[in-house]
């Protein structure tokens, strides 16, 4: 992903869990210091174990690469792609009127829940994960969603969906 030219990392609030935690193994931290920080056991509850121990293995100079990669993930980029525009985000914050996109705060941006009922913003689409799309139509389950101007992708991978992917100068949708 860190090599390809066509891969925008946007920070969602996994990356955002892990990253504080990844930075205190980086430095050195003992379990002791780890269980005591929020961050760390909730991404422990999130399955970041598997992550954490293969992160512990790998030279200090590539944990330090991978940190600072990570830190380089945007909170969200705004694109035209075949004269279309998108604003890519891992979620938005719940609606508000007058709401401007560009004052969210980072915590809206990793942990907002959407009004997918209501259209944010101009003409631009905007494309998120965070929220599984069965939760906004049951019928959408392992399939991408999209209405009132929003993009949903989050297919529930995790939860025995599928990995959707949207391509964005066709619009097609392809699944893993």
């Known amino acids: 992903m860190k090599n390809r030219k066509n ?3 946007i920070i969602g609030n996994h ?7 990844l930075k205190l193994l980086r430095n050195g931290a003992s379990e002791e210091e780890l269980r005591k920080k929020r961050a760390y056991c909730l991404w422990m509850l999130s399955d970041g174990e598997p992550t954490a121990a293969a992160f512990r293995g ?16 945007l909170l969200y980029e705004e694109i035209t792609v ?15 009127p007058g709401l401007d996109i560009h004052d969210v705060t980072l915590r809206e941006f990793l942990w907002g829940e959407p009004d997918y009922t209501v259209r944010y913003g101009d003409n631009a689409r905007f494309i998120t994960g965070h929220t599984p799309t069965n939760v906004i139509a049951p019928a959408f389950f392992g ?8 993009i949903a992708v989050d297919c529930a991978a995790a939860w025995g969906g599928r990995l959707g992917c949207l ?6 949708e392809y699944y893993v």
């Open 143 to 150: 399939k991408i969603w999209q209405g009132c101007g929003h």
């Open 82 to 96: 075949e004269g279309r525009r998108f604003h890519l985000s891992h979620t938005l914050p719940d609606y508000r």
């Open 15 to 21: 990356e955002s869990l892990a990253l504080s935690s």
């Open 167 to 172: 391509c964005l100068d066709t619009m097609e």
């Open 7 to 9: 891969v925008i990392p």
């Open 58 to 73: 790998l030279p200090k100079e590539t944990r330090a690469e991978l940190v600072e990669y990570i830190e380089s993930f």
